[in-house]
């Protein structure tokens, strides 16, 4: 279409392309440039790792029992907590005539705002008719989908295998709750109803309190319980002692009455986990069931709902629905 | 990827023989007058399989189709007791093979014990096998993957290369300005300058923050194979405990006021005893109510100190005998 | 030609005719759309008093309105990297309008999108632990990467090609602005004289832009679709949310850049350089898109739906005939087929028909963004009741604040900076010129640009015209 560039007083130079296009050689170079210009700084990470770990990594560094280094013990292996949770002997509290145990107990132990259920007990139709208690605390999984999609590292994997929330990092964009596929997260949308007393605690993700607004909680296993030799609140809560809680590393769990092996006590009663497809490898056990070992009707539906006990203690307090 | 956690368990499992020497144990005559003879390894690893033989014998002669079980006393988050590990049926030699896989890092009071069928009771045999471990973790999570070359330096060259031509055109754009300022000699326009401040701003900060983000973002999210770098909490090691020491207090002097009863109720929340008792002391679910049920200060103190069954001990390190006072006080006077 | 000196002045004189003249109805407009920013700032002020519990969002659905919003800003995004980068890239004439306005709707539709995500937050003074403890395998780093990315490309590829036309403004608008803009001229000129030196350089400024952001624009809203396709909610867990988002952004982009373009010709009487042709070729990559986001919908609730996985069911009884069924069969109807049925029909292939096509397809973009993320949050993922969720006052009032916004800063920019390209439109124009006469040979690149800067590229003895072959 263009004929040959005429002769005029003004060429200076001969503009080989137009005023606004990039042919293919200059086009290449530019990606040459850029590739050039990346390695630099690929050759370099090694480099600037080592550099700023100290600076920026150490300084910074956020561990909040940092001079409690783990004494060494004659074997040193890290426990793998797990819960296995029997729902032959679950009937939701039905018997008790309160609202699950389990529940109750967590809300109490950790000052769980209203209306967060860190371990909600679910009424879940069976197939043939009827229902069955469910009992569902976090996960735990091992490959957790609400620590993969945190930006900040908010929610993190122990080395026991808890997953725990560190409220002072969260910066609240709540997609580890658009990621759960179990319901386990909450959110403080507004100030959290608290007793006057939870002002007085040292945060810390081992025991979350006290809550703050704007970011996410969840069960935590009771970590700061069960490191000391105690059991979680929900184990000890439930007065049919359905729920087990052990260690995978030494293949022990106990239910606060009796201690078994755990992956005996799951085979062996057909354990199962929640979920299962969709690959989270939840730490979480279920040995399937509908409280017939206390004598509870699949067709005995309903439970009493969740209270919270201490929050007449919370003056003023704003809570909302799920 | 650190791999100083491997699974060592699964080399010993080719070993199902026997290697060390076997130690045949006679048992004496029993109750019922059924013998047991075990045959057991002197010492094992932790992780290794091991195969228990048990011979199992009336009047001389075998037992068939007794049902016998392998026990040992174990202990996890404060509670103990005897765990069955495997069981096994005796065939027509009257033998039973019982193997498990070594976990715990003890093996205490190990016990055969005779389940059936005869109903009869026969007394366990205890006996011991040693183990030896080098900590090795046996249970490792595995989940993730690990494509070589797909990680952080595929996303760290992509952004720089975009960066680099971004920065290349900008900084066509400073020359520009600069020709201009050359073949006009009598303007002082800035402009040049300006972009190339903003451009070398936008670029510090943008090359900083993501040396920041991928030097310091932890490299997986998987559990074992970074337990020191990226956990914010006390890890837990088997045989070892710490003291329970509740929420804590954010401020040391909130519990110092002087006065005994509010300083007992800022104790009292402090190590969490309102977490099971109930904030107020009238019990919850987990603790039973402490107002109008404690004695006297000797038996409440005992308590505490021991910790009864499902509660923490408090040591001396942990409640001081004259917080302890406190609390009792704040308890006494009705919570 | 005298007719293209005179064809020159005039568009010269209608381009900065916003900048010099300010009626009284501007000054309406203005505070009009900072009443309604105002309103949105108080609100903002009262979400961060008491949280985020003033919206509707709770932990069953929690995510709504300023999600969607995000999602529905940075998907205007991309009317720019459509109409400046891949048009330019083909050699598209009549592309040479619409592209200053297409690069601002840009800029500034980026600007107003990250800010909702920062609306969104729980603890939005913690902003800065995405620097310092961010995590890049997280979606949501990507998304900060590749929106930083974008804006950075898109404000150099909105001001480098503005340079002539801002030397223009300096040279031609000396004593008729006040200091500021004169100071905002001279400095953002960079010394612009119109050499060929500073035309090649700047030709390769634009040309490294033009090539990197069309995959820099491909990768942010694909980024953007991850935050939902990288969990595993029904209906959120499919591969296609990336070229689902894509083509709507695009789609969006060019609906909302249409109706910029009709509202500016309408005020400032541009009918000679937004012309028919231009609303009707937009019109036509509006159904074109439209046809292409039909197929990909077919591709997903198709199969999604042939199925019915675990609770599928609900999620698709919910969307196509439920709760959530005008809404969604509006954006079907009104807002994919639409465009495509307005621009086949003779009758409405008109402005106005391309107009009512834009307006429909921004309603109805806005709408689908609103329904992914609800009803992706709506399924129950545990044996519960499904949640509600309904916007509150605080919520809309911080929308409509986000889109009146984007208004205000195209407003403001009006004010400012020139809305049409000067001289890549004289250059256009003056290259159609010489095809209608072929008998003259055609310019050539550095006479077309002679041409488009006469002050400055030729001596005061030479004529203006186009130099023949002598």
Same mark, same amino acid.
């Given at each position: 279409?263009?004929?040959?560039?005429?002769?005029?007083?003004?060429?200076?130079?001969?503009?080989?392309?137009?005023?606004?296009?990039?042919?293919?050689?200059?086009?290449?170079?530019?990606?040459?440039?850029?590739?050039?210009?990346?390695?630099?700084?690929?050759?370099?990470?090694?480099?600037?790792?080592?550099?700023?770990?100290?600076?920026?990594?150490?300084?910074?560094?956020?561990?909040?029992?940092?001079?409690?280094?783990?004494?060494? /013990?004659?074997?040193?292996?890290?426990?793998?907590?797990?819960?296995?949770?029997?729902?032959?002997?679950?009937?939701?509290?039905?018997?008790?005539?309160?609202?699950?145990?389990?529940?109750?107990?967590?809300?109490?132990?950790?000052?769980?705002?209203? *209306?967060?259920?860190?371990?909600?007990?679910?009424?879940?139709?069976?197939?043939?008719?009827?229902?069955?208690?469910?009992?569902? *605390?976090?996960?735990?999984?091992?490959?957790?989908?609400?620590?993969?999609?945190?930006?900040?590292?908010?929610?993190?994997?122990?080395?026991?295998?808890?997953?725990?929330?560190?409220?002072?990092?969260?910066?609240?964009?709540?997609?580890?709750?658009?990621?759960?596929?179990?319901?386990?997260?909450?959110?403080?949308?507004?100030?959290?109803?608290?007793?006057?007393?939870?002002?007085?605690?040292?945060?810390?993700?081992?025991?979350?309190?006290?809550?703050?607004?704007?970011?996410?909680?969840?069960?935590?296993? $009771? *970590?700061?319980?069960?490191?000391?030799?105690?059991? *979680?609140? $929900?184990?000890?809560?439930?007065?049919?002692?359905?729920?087990?809680?052990?260690?995978?590393?030494?293949?022990?769990?106990?239910?606060?009455?009796?201690?078994?092996?755990?992956?005996?006590?799951?085979?062996?009663?057909?354990?199962?986990?929640?979920?299962?497809?969709?690959? /989270?490898?939840?730490?979480?056990?279920?040995?399937?069931?509908?409280?017939?070992?206390?004598?509870?009707?699949?067709?005995?539906?309903?439970?009493?709902?969740?209270?919270?006990?201490?929050?007449?203690?919370?003056?003023?307090?704003?809570?909302? /629905?799920? | 990827?650190?791999?100083?956690?491997?699974?060592?368990?699964?080399?010993?499992?080719?070993?199902?023989?026997?290697?060390?020497?076997?130690?045949? #144990?006679?048992?004496?005559?029993?109750?019922?007058?059924?013998? #047991?003879?075990?045959?057991?390894?002197?010492?094992?690893?932790?992780?290794?399989?091991?195969?228990?033989?048990?011979?199992?014998?009336?009047?001389?002669?075998?037992?068939?189709?007794?049902?016998?079980?392998?026990?040992?006393?174990?202990?996890?988050?404060?509670?103990?007791?005897?765990?069955?590990?495997?069981?096994?049926?005796?065939?027509?030699?009257?033998?039973?093979?019982?193997?498990?896989?070594?976990?715990?890092?003890?093996?205490?009071?190990?016990?055969?014990?005779?389940?059936?069928?005869?109903?009869?009771?026969?007394?366990?045999?205890?006996?011991?096998?040693?183990?030896?471990?080098?900590?090795?973790?046996?249970?490792?999570?595995?989940?993730?993957?690990?494509?070589?070359?797909?990680?952080?330096?595929?996303?760290?060259?992509?952004?720089?290369?975009?960066?680099?031509?971004?920065?290349?055109?900008?900084?066509?754009?400073?020359?520009?300005?600069?020709?201009?300022?050359?073949?006009?000699?009598?303007?002082?326009?800035?402009?040049?300058?300006?972009?190339?401040?903003?451009?070398?701003?936008?670029?510090?900060?943008?090359?900083?923050?993501?040396?920041?983000?991928?030097?310091?973002?932890?490299?997986?999210?998987?559990?074992?194979?970074?337990?020191?770098?990226?956990?914010?909490?006390?890890?837990?090691?088997?045989?070892?405990?710490?003291?329970?020491?509740?929420?804590?207090?954010?401020?040391?002097?909130?519990?110092?006021?002087?006065?005994?009863?509010?300083?007992?109720?800022?104790?009292?929340?402090?190590?969490?005893?309102?977490?099971?008792?109930?904030?107020?002391?009238?019990?919850?679910?987990?603790?039973?109510?402490?107002?109008?049920?404690?004695?006297?200060?000797?038996?409440?103190?005992?308590?505490?100190?021991?910790?009864?069954?499902?509660?923490?001990?408090?040591?001396?390190?942990? #409640?001081?005998?004259?917080?302890?006072?406190?609390?009792?006080?704040?308890?006494?006077?009705?919570? | 030609?005298?007719?293209?000196?005179?064809?020159? &002045?005039?568009?010269?004189?209608?381009?900065?005719?916003?900048?010099?003249?300010?009626?009284?109805?501007?000054?309406?407009?203005?505070?009009?759309?900072?009443?309604?920013?105002?309103?949105?700032?108080?609100?903002?002020?009262?979400?961060?008093?008491?949280?985020?519990?003033?919206?509707?969002?709770?932990?069953?659905?929690?995510?709504?309105?300023?999600?969607?919003?995000?999602?529905?800003?940075?998907?205007?995004?991309?009317?720019?990297?459509?109409?400046?980068?891949?048009?330019?890239?083909?050699?598209?004439?009549?592309?040479?309008?619409?592209?200053?306005?297409?690069?601002?709707?840009?800029?500034?539709?980026? %600007?107003?999108?990250?800010?909702?995500?920062?609306?969104?937050?729980?603890?939005?003074?913690?902003?800065?632990?995405?620097?310092?403890?961010?995590?890049?395998?997280?979606?949501?780093?990507?998304?900060?990467?590749?929106?930083?990315?974008?804006?950075?490309?898109? %404000? +150099?590829?909105?001001?480098?090609?503005?340079? =002539?036309?801002?030397?223009?403004?300096?040279?031609?608008?000396?004593?008729?602005?006040?200091?500021?803009?004169?100071?905002?001229?001279?400095?953002?000129?960079?010394?612009?004289?119109?050499?060929?030196?500073?035309?090649?350089?700047?030709?390769?400024?634009?040309? %490294?832009?033009?090539? +990197?952001?069309?995959?820099?624009?491909?990768?942010?809203?694909?980024?953007?679709?991850?935050?939902?396709?990288?969990?595993?909610?029904?209906?959120?867990?499919?591969?296609?949310?990336?070229?689902?988002?894509?083509?709507?952004?695009?789609?969006?982009?060019?609906?909302?850049?249409?109706?910029?373009?009709?509202?500016?010709?309408?005020?400032?009487?541009?009918?000679?350089?937004?012309?028919?042709?231009?609303?009707?070729?937009?019109?036509?990559?509006?159904?074109?898109?439209?046809?292409?986001?039909?197929?990909?919908?077919?591709?997903?609730?198709?199969?999604?739906?042939?199925?019915?996985?675990?609770?599928?069911?609900?999620?698709?009884?919910?969307?196509? +005939?439920?709760?959530?069924?005008?809404?969604?069969?509006?954006?079907?109807?009104?807002?994919?087929?639409?465009?495509?049925?307005?621009?086949?029909? =003779?009758?409405?292939?008109?402005?106005?028909?391309?107009?009512?096509?834009?307006?429909?397809?921004?309603?109805?973009?806005?709408?689908?963004?609103?329904?992914?993320?609800?009803?992706?949050?709506?399924?129950?993922?545990? =044996?519960?009741?499904?949640?509600?969720?309904?916007?509150?006052?605080?919520?809309?009032?911080?929308?409509?604040?986000?889109?009146?916004?984007?208004?205000?800063?195209?407003? +403001?920019?009006?004010?400012?900076?020139?809305?049409?390209?000067?001289?890549?439109?004289?250059?256009?124009?003056?290259?159609?010129?010489?095809?209608?006469?072929?008998?003259?040979?055609?310019?050539?690149?550095? &006479?077309?640009?002679?041409?488009?800067?006469?002050?400055?590229?030729?001596?005061?003895?030479?004529?203006?015209?186009?130099?023949?072959?002598?």
């Amino acid at each position: 279409m263009r004929r040959e560039p005429s002769k005029s007083e003004n060429s200076t130079e001969s503009d080989a392309g137009a005023a606004t296009s990039v042919d293919r050689r200059s086009a290449l170079r530019y990606l040459g440039f850029g590739v050039l210009g990346a390695v630099p700084l690929v050759a370099s990470a090694p480099l600037m790792d080592s550099l700023v770990h100290d600076i920026i990594k150490g300084s910074t560094s956020d561990t909040l029992a940092t001079d409690a280094s783990p004494a060494t /013990t004659r074997s040193g292996r890290i426990r793998q907590w797990t819960m296995i949770i029997d729902l032959r002997s679950c009937d939701g509290c039905q018997s008790q005539g309160t609202p699950p145990q389990c529940a109750t107990a967590c809300i109490e132990g950790h000052l769980v705002p209203q *209306p967060m259920e860190w371990i909600e007990v679910y009424e879940a139709d069976l197939a043939g008719g009827g229902t069955q208690f469910i009992p569902t *605390p976090c996960q735990q999984c091992e490959n957790p989908p609400c620590v993969k999609v945190c930006p900040v590292g908010a929610t993190f994997p122990t080395p026991e295998g808890t997953i725990l929330i560190d409220q002072e990092r969260c910066i609240g964009c709540r997609i580890c709750m658009a990621a759960c596929p179990y319901d386990r997260r909450f959110f403080n949308w507004g100030t959290p109803p608290a007793p006057p007393e939870a002002a007085l605690a040292d945060y810390n993700p081992d025991h979350q309190t006290p809550a703050s607004r704007g970011t996410v909680m969840k069960c935590d296993f $009771c *970590p700061d319980m069960v490191r000391d030799g105690t059991l *979680p609140m $929900c184990v000890q809560g439930c007065p049919n002692d359905a729920i087990w809680y052990g260690d995978l590393e030494e293949d022990i769990a106990t239910n606060g009455r009796a201690i078994v092996k755990a992956t005996r006590l799951i085979s062996e009663n057909s354990g199962y986990r929640l979920k299962e497809h969709l690959g /989270t490898q939840p730490r979480v056990y279920y040995l399937p069931g509908h409280g017939e070992n206390i004598g509870r009707d699949p067709d005995d539906e309903g439970r009493m709902p969740t209270e919270w006990p201490w929050i007449e203690r919370a003056e003023g307090a704003v809570t909302w /629905t799920r | 990827m650190r791999t100083t956690r491997t699974l060592n368990g699964v080399r010993y499992a080719a070993v199902l023989t026997v290697v060390v020497a076997l130690t045949m #144990i006679t048992a004496p005559a029993l109750a019922a007058g059924i013998e #047991i003879v075990v045959g057991a390894p002197e010492r094992v690893v932790v992780g290794q399989d091991v195969v228990v033989k048990v011979v199992l014998s009336q009047d001389g002669n075998p037992v068939e189709g007794a049902e016998v079980a392998l026990t040992y006393q174990a202990s996890v988050a404060g509670e103990s007791g005897r765990v069955e590990l495997a069981s096994a049926t005796t065939d027509v030699t009257g033998t039973a093979l019982i193997v498990y896989q070594q976990r715990a890092d003890d093996n205490r009071e190990m016990q055969i014990v005779y389940l059936g069928p005869d109903t009869d009771p026969v007394a366990p045999f205890t006996f011991t096998i040693d183990v030896a471990g080098d900590g090795t973790q046996l249970y490792v999570t595995e989940s993730g993957l690990r494509i070589p070359f797909l990680n952080g330096t595929v996303v760290i060259l992509v952004i720089s290369g975009v960066w680099v031509l971004i920065a290349l055109s900008a900084i066509y754009l400073v020359r520009v300005g600069r020709e201009g300022r050359q073949s006009d000699k009598a303007s002082r326009e800035t402009g040049s300058i300006w972009i190339s401040f903003v451009l070398a701003t936008v670029t510090i900060v943008t090359a900083a923050g993501m040396v920041i983000v991928f030097v310091r973002a932890p490299v997986s999210n998987t559990h074992i194979t970074d337990p020191d770098g990226y956990d914010r909490t006390i890890v837990n090691y088997v045989d070892v405990s710490y003291p329970y020491e509740g929420f804590g207090l954010n401020n040391a002097s909130a519990a110092l006021t002087g006065d005994m009863n509010t300083d007992g109720g800022t104790l009292y929340f402090q190590f969490a005893c309102g977490a099971c008792h109930g904030l107020t002391g009238q019990g919850a679910v987990v603790g039973p109510a402490l107002i109008g049920e404690i004695g006297s200060f000797g038996t409440f103190s005992e308590d505490i100190r021991e910790g009864p069954k499902g509660m923490p001990a408090y040591g001396e390190e942990t #409640i001081s005998d004259e917080e302890l006072e406190k609390i009792y006080r704040f308890l006494d006077d009705g919570g | 030609m005298d007719t293209l000196t005179n064809w020159r &002045e005039r568009l010269i004189t209608r381009t900065t005719r916003p900048t010099l003249v300010t009626t009284y109805r501007y000054w309406l407009w203005l505070g009009f759309l900072v009443v309604i920013v105002g309103n949105g700032v108080f609100q903002y002020t009262r979400q961060l008093r008491e949280g985020l519990y003033v919206t509707d969002m709770r932990d069953r659905i929690s995510w709504g309105l300023y999600i969607t919003a995000f999602v529905f800003f940075i998907g205007i995004s991309h009317a720019g990297t459509l109409i400046s980068a891949i048009l330019r890239a083909s050699k598209v004439s009549w592309r040479a309008p619409v592209t200053r306005i297409a690069e601002f709707i840009t800029a500034v539709a980026l %600007i107003v999108g990250a800010s909702f995500v920062l609306i969104d937050m729980g603890r939005p003074e913690r902003i800065f632990n995405v620097y310092l403890h961010g995590r890049w395998q997280s979606p949501i780093m990507w998304d900060v990467m590749a929106i930083t990315t974008y804006l950075a490309a898109s %404000i +150099i590829y909105l001001y480098a090609p503005m340079i =002539p036309d801002l030397g223009l403004y300096r040279d031609r608008l000396k004593n008729k602005v006040g200091p500021v803009r004169n100071f905002v001229y001279r400095t953002l000129a960079l010394d612009w004289n119109g050499s060929p030196k500073q035309f090649k350089l700047l030709g390769k400024a634009i040309g %490294i832009m033009m090539l +990197i952001i069309i995959p820099i624009a491909v990768s942010v809203h694909t980024v953007v679709s991850w935050i939902f396709s990288m969990t595993l909610r029904v209906g959120w867990n499919t591969s296609i949310f990336g070229v689902l988002f894509v083509a709507g952004a695009i789609f969006s982009g060019v609906a909302t850049l249409i109706l910029v373009m009709a509202v500016l010709r309408k005020i400032y009487h541009w009918e000679e350089y937004l012309t028919q042709k231009h609303f009707l070729y937009l019109g036509y990559l509006l159904a074109a898109f439209g046809a292409f986001m039909v197929y990909v919908n077919i591709n997903e609730y198709l199969t999604e739906g042939f199925k019915l996985e675990e609770a599928g069911e609900f999620a698709f009884r919910q969307l196509f +005939i439920e709760d959530f069924a005008v809404m969604f069969w509006f954006y079907a109807i009104g807002g994919l087929l639409g465009p495509v049925v307005l621009m086949l029909i =003779p009758k409405t292939r008109t402005i106005a028909g391309v107009v009512t096509a834009a307006i429909l397809v921004d309603i109805a973009m806005f709408l689908e963004r609103y329904f992914i993320v609800v009803t992706g949050l709506r399924v129950p993922l545990m =044996p519960y009741e499904p949640a509600n969720y309904a916007p509150t006052f605080v919520e809309w009032s911080i929308f409509i604040a986000g889109i009146a916004f984007f208004c205000l800063l195209i407003t +403001i920019a009006i004010k400012i900076f020139p809305m049409l390209a000067v001289w890549e439109m004289t250059e256009e124009h003056e290259y159609n010129c010489a095809r209608e006469h072929p008998t003259e040979p055609l310019p050539t690149e550095f &006479e077309k640009v002679a041409v488009a800067m006469p002050e400055k590229t030729l001596p005061d003895d030479e004529s203006t015209t186009q130099g023949s072959a002598s």
